[in-house]
């Protein structure tokens, strides 16, 4: 069943990719792309293999996580309910099928295709620095959320109002639980990891806007649409989402003064703070 | 919780007063200042706090439910509560390890013999980690009633357990709540015989039948589907942390005699001879009703290892589940499972590679229980006597590492033997050729060659699993919530078990307030049982008033739910005018009868049986207790 949910995944989003690539990319970029791609490979690659060993430790780091939080972690779950109340209530009250089948859709389906296409289009741009800045990002996404994990420990709103919050995803969808249960554990709610990666996308197609300015818009939606979707399904709490929103705003923050910094291909580029990245494509 | 909430604030008013002295207090008398301190060091009241224990939904979707309701009810009442939401494993450690809580919620799973009243509330077992008494109930009245029952011939416990009850009614150390209902989901296309045993116990698994359809071959792999990981992380049959009701470590490790629980709901079930061939029981009358059994294994016994079972290994288990530091270590360990069986056997000796002779100190109902302990292989187990520790530092006395291990790969001598795991996805077990069972006629026999398990996240994903044909039965019984999305069909239907569970709110007794008998008479009336049963078990549940489930067999009908009022505080609230209020919950709950009507608590009638039972509230509607 694992192995059909995937199928699944995979087929949808890669006809939503192939489809935003013709809108926002367009044609001209892409055969470019082909003929420059050794050369932007090149450029991308340290950062590809920093991020490729982030992303295997913190699989293998995700399974031990549990055990250290529980030896050294303070357990936040009832501070939190107890700050923010019934938030997540007041948000399922607008409950409809059609509301809870799109939040669905872009919990799963929404959010992997939000992380996958900037990578593809950014590729697609002469300046490899959106790329490599967008990685970068990812990376201390990864990184730091990690080291929150391990200090705090919460249960997300389903765990803790079972019979109020409806777990609407993993019930009207049983099987999509067969997927998070092997992507993450119960405890590791704060903050929305799925919030503070689809707000650092967001952040850098607003950067990245001139280059792509329709991305800009359907990014916007598309963060605003899995924040509030991490809510609208119990599984996340206000708080853990605003935490996501302050992550993704340091990541990328800290990855636009990282970037460039100790690069060895981009020498050339001035290692300024948060400057928008102007990059006139072609 | 901080020992000592009072202390910050209260060092900050020492230096306020010291400051004020300091600026015009040479004109104060000695008699003054005397009068200062006096205040100053003096604790005043607070509004009480309390935490509950639980499990987040996950783990256990009814006990954060309950637990919710009991906050709430407590809070109207001007008690200030936190949940406290803990992993599964750091739930038991907490509560019944550590025994660090205030009160907590959560089920027992057990087989409803009175002997568990002995097990959960003997004074002596106090300091035990475990299922040993993790209240800290300390009584020696109640001790004696205790030991009258245990001692007791079978013909004589149903009026010592009368006794017990009594008492139990008026002291509650924990509260039960209600018995479960136990369904699980089979496929019955694929494997007859699922109603011939009790479905969480290791004769379920055996003797069934494997159909082919339309003569195909007959399935060889069992498939079963959990809600519950801890099987594929632990499988430490001491460890209490991680098992509940002890399915998997039953078909993995033998016990002397096996429990045939699938009588009448309640019934605790007739206990056979197992890896016992035989056993003789032998009254010796007088003035302590002692009893010697004489066991003979069976001759063709060995472990998943090879090596052969023998009395030595008998021996050395009953003997290891009293110490685990086998008298080695600076305390005694005590198993934290097991226990409370073992309890029953005064002496055990090895006569021969086959045959043992057991003194047992209890009846024959209670001794026979005392068989169904896993015999666990001497030569692994032996060398787990050591203090536990990390690295031979973070020592940890009075446990050893026989009961922090995750004992894997488990080598027993069941019916099916280990082969693979994958942590929190699958275990794989398969039949153990060498089994006894397998050459004797007329036992249940590990029929299929395979038992494979998967873990699926819910109760809705594994009705899913069964339904579509990629598992054949639910071993976690399905949560009360999720019976509904269950569409029985010819091949899939659900399947009914005598419950041996019930949720219950345990009292840490050992600390304020409940020490006191008066606060937790008042505590457990704040509970409406029958509306739990309703709401949060969605009907599939009974209330209970008794630990025992109420079964007819043991309780006198006064002490059943819905059975005349007997005890408890019941009395004062009659004659006060307010008849119409008292709801239909009164009448039901003889011991606990709740204080308001159809889940909702009356709070003046709460507060006055709190201020009666000797607390006082502030004008806030607090209830004030001294720190």
Redesign the interface.
């Known amino acids: 069943m694992f192995v059909q949910v995937l199928m699944q995944i995979a087929v949808v989003v890669t006809v939503m990719l192939v489809i935003t690539m013709g809108v926002v990319v367009g044609r001209r970029r892409i055969r470019r792309t082909v003929g420059e791609y050794r050369t932007r490979l090149r450029a991308i690659a340290p950062i590809v293999v920093v991020l490729a060993t982030v992303l295997l430790f913190n699989g293998v780091a995700r399974q031990i996580v549990p055990d250290l939080s529980w030896m050294i972690g303070w357990n936040l779950t009832w501070e939190i309910y107890a700050l923010e109340g019934e938030f997540i209530l007041w948000l399922q009250s607008y409950a409809t099928p059609p509301v809870t089948a799109y939040f669905s859709f872009i919990y799963i389906y929404g959010y992997i295709f939000m992380l996958i296409f900037p990578v593809v289009a950014y590729f697609a741009l002469p300046d490899t620095r959106p790329l490599r800045e967008l990685l970068t990002a990812y990376t201390l996404n990864y990184t730091l959320g990690l080291v929150c994990y391990v200090l705090v420990i919460a249960y997300g709103p389903r765990n803790m109002m079972p019979e109020l919050v409806e777990a609407l995803l993993y019930d009207t969808y049983p099987r999509y639980q067969h997927l998070t249960r092997q992507v993450n554990r119960n405890t590791n709610v704060f903050p929305s990891l799925h919030t503070s990666l689809a707000v650092t996308v967001g952040l850098m197609a607003y950067r990245t806007r001139e280059a792509y300015p329709r991305w800009f818009p359907i990014a916007l939606v598309l963060a605003i649409s899995v924040s509030v979707s991490t809510m609208y399904l119990g599984i996340h709490w206000a708080i853990d989402v605003l935490a996501g929103v302050g992550l993704a705003y340091v990541s990328v923050a800290l990855s636009a003064r990282l970037v460039g910094r100790w690069s060895l291909a981009d020498f050339r580029s001035h290692a300024s703070g948060a400057r928008r990245i102007v990059t006139r494509g072609d | 919780m901080d020992p000592y909430p009072g202390d910050a604030e209260r060092r900050v008013d020492r230096r306020t007063v010291l400051a004020g002295l300091a600026a015009g207090g040479l004109t104060a008398t000695s008699g003054c200042v005397r009068q200062t301190r006096s205040v100053v060091n003096r604790d005043g009241a607070e509004q009480l706090s309390l935490t509950i224990t639980t499990v987040?939904?996950?783990v256990d979707?009814e006990s954060?439910?309950i637990a919710?309701i009991l906050r709430n009810n407590l809070e109207a009442v001007g008690i200030d509560v936190?949940?406290?939401?803990?992993?599964v494993e750091?739930f038991y450690r907490e509560t019944l390890v550590n025994h660090d809580f205030d009160c907590y919620v959560g089920p027992y799973h057990g087989d409803m013999d009175p002997e568990l009243l002995y097990e959960l509330l003997y004074s002596a077992f106090a300091d035990e980690p475990g299922w040993q008494n993790p209240f800290g109930f300390t009584s020696l009245t109640f001790d004696e009633l205790l030991e009258d029952l245990h001692e007791s011939p079978d013909e004589d416990r149903p009026e010592h357990v009368a006794d017990v009850l009594d008492v139990l009614a008026d002291e509650q150390p924990f509260v039960p709540l209600c018995v479960p209902e136990e369904l699980r989901l089979v496929r019955t296309d694929r494997f007859e015989g699922w109603d011939d045993h009790h479905l969480a116990t290791r004769l379920g698994y055996l003797g069934l039948e494997p159909l082919g359809p339309d003569d195909a071959d007959p399935p060889n792999e069992l498939r079963g589907v959990v809600t519950d990981p801890r099987p594929t992380e632990n499988l430490n049959p001491l460890s209490v942390e991680y098992r509940e009701r002890g399915t998997y470590v039953d078909l993995l490790y033998d016990s002397l005699g096996t429990a045939d629980n699938d009588g009448d709901e309640g019934e605790s079930g007739d206990i056979y001879p197992w890896l016992a061939e035989s056993w003789e029981w032998e009254d010796r009358t007088g003035a302590e009703s002692t009893t010697d059994v004489t066991v003979t294994l069976r001759p063709e016994a060995s472990f998943h290892d090879g090596e052969p079972l023998t009395a030595d290994d008998v021996a050395f288990t009953y003997r290891f589940v009293e110490d685990t530091s086998l008298d080695e270590g600076p305390v005694a360990a005590p198993s934290p499972r097991y226990r409370g069986k073992v309890a029953a056997v005064e002496s055990i000796e090895a006569l021969d590679d086959r045959t043992l002779e057991m003194s047992i100190e209890t009846g024959r109902q209670a001794g026979e229980r005392a068989l169904t302990v896993p015999i666990l292989p001497e030569h692994i187990w032996a060398e787990r006597t050591d203090e536990a520790s990390v690295f031979g530092f973070a020592r940890r006395p009075g446990a050893t590492d026989a009961v922090v291990l995750d004992n894997v790969p488990p080598i027993g001598s069941g019916p099916y033997q280990f082969v693979d795991r994958s942590?929190?996805e699958r275990l794989h077990l398969e039949r153990f050729d060498e089994h006894f069972s397998l050459g004797v006629d007329g036992l249940p026999q590990p029929t299929v060659e395979r038992f494979t398990t998967r873990v699926?996240?819910?109760s809705?994903?594994a009705?899913?699993?069964v339904e579509?044909n990629?598992a054949d039965v639910t071993v976690s019984p399905l949560e009360s919530?999720s019976i509904e999305m269950v569409s029985e069909t010819e091949s899939v239907r659900l399947h009914r078990s005598p419950s041996q569970t019930f949720y219950h709110v345990g009292f840490n007794l050992r600390q304020a307030p409940f020490t006191s008998p008066y606060f937790r008479q008042v505590f457990a009336r704040l509970l409406d049982k029958a509306h739990l049963v309703e709401e949060?078990f969605e009907g599939y549940a009974r209330p209970v008033a008794t630990p025992l489930g109420d079964d007819e067999a043991w309780v006198p009908e006064d002490y059943r739910w819905g059975g005349e009022t007997g005890t408890g505080s019941e009395g004062e609230d009659e004659g006060e005018g307010e008849g119409e209020d008292e709801g239909e919950g009164e009448a039901d709950d003889p011991s606990a009868p709740f204080l308001g009507s159809a889940g909702d608590v009356d709070v003046s009638r709460a507060r006055r049986a709190f201020e009666e039972a000797g607390y006082r509230y502030d004008d806030r509607g607090s209830l004030l207790v001294r720190q």
């Open positions: 987040p939904s996950d979707r954060i439910r919710r936190t949940i406290d939401m803990l992993a750091e942590e929190r699926a996240p819910r809705a994903s009705i899913e699993i579509e990629d919530y949060v």
